[in-house]
């Protein structure tokens, strides 16, 4: 049966990081049920951040739990974790060298497992070289495999083909050149099948970027209708096909850097059936107004809107606007903003509403969600490192789902907290130009409204998403769009969620 879909990040700013409250590029995705990881991106640094997850032992996930990397493009900021992922994952072959009976000798009493390819690597042009070039040259030998399969634009010189097993790293498989379709596609790079569920299917596609970079289409196959109702079929096939037959194909858009990814959106549409349940769009600058940061504290005074727009798609990157406007051209459900400059630092944890990095935050959110518009009453959210989204599968009921994009959307602040704070947050924030109507805080505000959709004093982002008719996954939690970053050890007696372990961590003192 379907369950839910798990992204957390790990890496939230740009090439001007890592600071202090971000680390660079990388996600990873739990959609196969299985307890295996997909990661997308692998900045420098990643390992680390799988120890410093502030969560309990038994939820935080697991480096090992890996088996498949997307690489988006080959900036360091997104690939330099690689070679330590790779040599935590793969594990220490034993040592030719080491004297018998040494820990690490190939000449211990026990034979070696036999390896086996513990993890595959999709990326661009030169990941395959430079994988090889690293392990080689860092002497690393291990005991399991791995392999990488690249995506070759048109006209991109195939090596894969021309490779011969002796160049290969010792814990190298051969991996595959992928050509694009004519329209410039990968189609179903990956096909996934899951246990009692549509298998999940990777495509990919070209975006505009300062170098060649990609962006990735995570989707669940649309479910084929049951031949059959027959009381005699077996409860595991038909009936399963039925329970997918019921839920609403989700996908996952992952964009790695980008000016304008609108060369995805053929392949993103080309299937009616699956809605964008969320967007992961590059959010790397942004205009902060003067009467937020009065005193220029992300950026010259001279800075403005149209400044930064420029100034980003010079670069090949995007302002939240930009990421918000992508975001209801695809008819997205969600929109999660990360590659945020590393002027942004994050919050600290428990921010309250007049904290100026928060209140930076929530600038960037509204400024995408103005742009987007989503009909679903949902708004834009600027991740910070260790933020979950959790989606969860969509039932079809009675075909009313139809008119939103199929998800149901309630997003709730999981405490309590007194409009009078919402209401002065929304005041600070409307000046000097209009927001527009405020979604309906605390009320209906139609299906898919928010519910008191802010951050909120001493609460920093805990959103909860909340579809009243999908499955709890235990293992999960139970929002679909759960932010989790209680890593500040303090207590937050407003919170209604405390399972996770607190983590305590040195911070630099918040002052702007
Ligand atoms: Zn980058
Ligand atoms: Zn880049």
Redesign the pocket.
Same mark, same amino acid.
């Given at each position: 049966m379907s369950t839910n879909i798990v992204v957390t990040f790990l890496g939230t700013t /740009?090439?001007g990081g890592p600071i202090e409250t971000r680390n660079c /590029?990388s996600l990873v995705v739990d959609a196969i049920g299985d307890g295996s990881l997909w990661m997308v991106d692998c900045a420098e640094g990643t390992v680390r951040q799988f120890a410093q997850q502030p969560l309990s032992s038994t939820q935080r996930l697991k480096v090992n739990s890996v088996n498949r990397i997307f690489i988006t493009h080959m !900036?360091a #900021? !997104?690939s330099m974790g690689l070679i330590t992922l790779l040599r935590n994952i793969l594990g220490f072959a034993p040592d030719p060298h080491a004297p018998p009976g040494f820990v690490g000798s190939s000449s211990n009493s026990r034979p070696p497992k036999p390896p086996i390819l513990k993890v595959e690597i999709y990326g661009p042009v030169g990941l395959r070289a430079f994988v090889r070039t690293v392990l080689t040259l860092t002497h690393t030998r291990s005991a399991d495999r791995y392999c990488v399969n690249e995506l070759l634009m048109p006209g991109g010189i195939p090596s894969a083909s021309r490779d011969v097993p002796e160049d290969w790293h010792s814990s190298e498989v051969g991996g595959r050149d992928i050509l694009c379709s004519d329209d410039g596609f990968w189609r179903e790079i990956v096909v996934q099948e899951r246990d009692r569920s549509t298998p999940i299917v990777v495509s990919a596609g070209p975006i505009v970027h300062r170098d060649p970079c990609i962006g990735f289409v995570f989707s669940e196959q649309s479910p084929r209708e049951p031949e059959s109702t027959s009381n005699t079929e077996s409860q595991t096939g038909p009936a399963q096909n039925t329970l997918d037959c019921a839920t609403i194909p989700r996908t996952l858009v992952i964009l790695g #850097?980008t000016s304008d990814p609108s060369a995805l959106i053929p392949l993103i549409k080309e299937d009616a059936s699956r809605s964008v349940s969320l967007l992961i769009h590059e959010a790397t600058d942004a205009y902060i107004p003067h009467h937020i940061d009065s005193r220029g504290t992300t950026g010259s005074k001279s800075r403005n809107h149209e400044t930064v727009r420029t100034k980003a798609i010079a670069k090949g990157h995007s302002t939240p606007a930009m990421a918000g406007a992508f975001a209801r051209q695809i008819g997205a459900e969600r929109l999660a903003l990360n !590659?945020i400059g590393s002027r942004f630092p994050a919050p600290p944890p428990h921010a309250g509403p007049s904290n100026f990095r928060h209140l930076c935050m929530r600038e960037i959110e509204h400024q995408a969600t103005r742009a987007w518009q989503p009909i679903n009453g949902n708004r834009a959210v600027a991740v910070s490192d260790f933020d979950r989204i959790v989606i969860p599968p969509v039932f079809k009921s009675s075909g009313d789902v139809e008119g939103m994009g199929g998800s149901e959307v309630v997003v709730a602040v999981e405490t309590t907290v007194s409009l009078t704070v919402l209401e002065q947050l929304e005041e600070v924030m409307a000046e000097p130009h209009s927001h527009g109507p405020a979604r309906g805080r605390g009320s209906s505000g139609g299906r898919g409204g928010w519910r008191g959709g802010h951050r909120q004093h001493g609460q920093h982002g805990h959103f909860r998403s909340h579809n009243r008719q999908h499955q709890h996954d235990s293992t999960a939690g139970e929002g679909s769009i759960d932010r989790k970053r209680e890593h500040s050890g303090r207590h937050d007696s407003a919170s209604t969620t405390n399972s996770s372990q607190h983590i305590k961590r040195p911070r630099r003192g918040d002052d702007q």
């Open positions: /740009s090439g /590029s !900036h #900021d !997104h #850097d !590659h």
